[in-house]
């Protein structure tokens, strides 16, 4: 009886002469062989993938909180993408990464079954100065591995809930401190700083007193600066016989976006180009509301006859940082004891600043202050008392910028005409100068601290050595 094979689809049977089938044999080719080979399975069967890693079930939304958490404390993106990337890596998660915006986090995961995208947006509220320290804190022990992501999660949602340290009273208190120390930096005269103390508390009033996130919130530049505008030149101005530059810019110090222009420079300088053209954008856009602001006082009262006073002595400057100082713990609600730190910050970056002015020039003097002050922060951060550095950098915002332009009213850029587009200059000058120092002031900060870590580690065995030489 003869007898010969056909393969059908990679199978063979073999027929008889009468027509039957028997049952099919899978024939193995080469390849299959040869595959099973490289993948250990032996013989037959078909080769197991590996199993995946599957991430924590807490990390992803531990780390668009965080995220979310440092963007309302102001930091620039490229430091929340940093802060992030390291805590990823800590804890062993190269699967996860993070992508930030000023409005939002967004975290990308490799699932065993996809690659999924989370998103958690910004709230916009912005952080007490305590809060910020709370959460800096948090940041370091979450990248060090000193908690586990739950209690991290949990200490988060605490942080973000807590109330300020000090009521609507003291933080007014506090705003007309502020208004009154950056006065001083500028040697006015007697009668404005009385001025800017009334205004000041006009203001203080309207920002405890407006909900954070509320549609009049997002009017507030325009309505203080036209009724500050409205009274300095109607009412408070000619009590104190003081000029309207001297008393509309002071009191609207906490609504000048000095922190978000500076950021966006910084965001620009480190090619973030989205985030740092976008806050860019909204800087502007506060600067603008309140020269439309100015610009309405200014039209529905009239303007104003120049006034000439005699100016304060040199040193009152120095008494303002104090006052500057003392109003960023009050109205800015900083945490216990950091009241002496911050007035050490603030007063290295203003001598900084002022030798700046000497050595470079007014407009380029923010780089020295810059420099000094991020030096400053991150050593008293160091300290066993110290505070969070945010919480002594933050302030130093406020303090440099007006430095830098010499602290311009904005009244002044939004009226005198074709000297604004110099005065526009020198802001854009300034700004990238502080920003460049801070830059530098951190890459020194960091290679000096990696530098100390790495002599502190060898230095047992470089005493072993000197003991054997």
């Known amino acids: 009886m003869g007898e010969d094979q056909v393969e059908v689809q990679g199978e063979s049977r073999d027929k008889t002469q009468d027509g039957g089938a028997v049952a099919p044999r899978r024939r193995r080719g080469w390849r299959q062989r040869l595959a099973a080979i490289l993948h250990g399975s032996g013989g037959g069967g078909r080769p197991q993938p ?30 929340v993408e940093d ?24 975290v990308q995961v490799d699932e065993p079954d996809d690659v999924r995208t989370y998103y958690e947006s910004s709230t916009g509220s912005g952080f007490h100065l305590d809060q910020v320290g709370a959460l800096d804190t948090l940041v370091d022990d979450v990248a060090q591995a000193r908690v586990s992501l739950r209690d991290a999660r949990a200490r988060l949602a605490e942080i973000a809930a807590a109330p300020a340290r000090f009521g609507p009273v003291v933080a007014v208190l506090g705003h007309v401190l502020l208004s009154v120390g950056f006065a001083l930096l500028q040697q006015p005269t007697a009668g404005s700083v009385a001025g800017v103390a009334a205004l000041g508390l006009v203001v203080g009033v309207l920002q405890v007193s407006v909900p954070r996130g509320s549609a009049i919130a997002n009017a507030l530049p325009v309505l203080a600066s036209f ?25 609207l110090v906490s609504l000048l976006p000095g922190a978000a222009l500076t950021t966006a420079t910084m965001e620009l300088t480190h090619h973030q180009v989205v985030s740092g ?79 700046g002015a000497v050595l470079l020039s007014p407009q380029l003097s923010g780089f020295l202050g810059g420099f000094v002050l991020v030096v400053v922060a991150r050593l008293v951060a160091r ?46 000058l300034a700004l990238f100068a502080i920003a460049l120092g801070i830059m530098t002031g951190t890459a020194v900060s960091r290679q000096a601290s990696t530098l100390t870590r790495t002599l502190y580690r060898h230095a047992p065995d470089l005493r072993n050595d000197r003991r054997r030489s």
């Open 383 to 428: 300290a066993p008392t110290g505070p969070s550095r945010l919480v002594t950098t933050l302030p130093g915002f406020w303090l440099l910028v007006p430095g830098s332009l010499g602290f311009i009213g904005i009244s002044e850029v939004a009226t005198s005409g074709a000297q604004a587009v110099t005065e526009l200059v020198d802001m854009v």
């Open 50 to 79: 590996a199993p995946r890693h599957v991430v924590d079930p807490d990390l992803v939304p531990l780390l668009t909180e965080l995220g979310v958490g440092l963007l309302d404390a102001g930091q620039a993106t490229n430091e």
């Open 277 to 355: 053209a976008s806050r860019l954008v909204y800087g502007l856009g506060q600067l603008l509301l309140l020269a439309f602001g100015v610009v309405a006082g200014v039209a529905a009262v009239g303007t104003p006859d120049p006034v000439a006073g005699s100016p304060l002595p040199a040193w009152v400057a120095y008494v303002g940082v104090a006052l500057v100082a003392g109003g960023d713990v009050l109205f800015s609600s900083a945490p216990r004891w950091s009241l002496g730190w911050i007035a050490l910050t603030l007063y290295a970056a203003f001598v900084a600043q002022a030798a």
């Open 227 to 251: 009724l500050v505008t409205v009274l300095a030149i109607g009412v408070v101005g000619p009590l104190v016989d003081a000029g309207l530059v001297d008393l509309v810019a002071p009191p």
């Open 83 to 106: 802060a992030l990337r390291q805590i990823s890596r800590t804890r062993g998660e190269a699967e996860v990464r993070a992508f930030v915006v000023p409005t939002g986090v967004m």
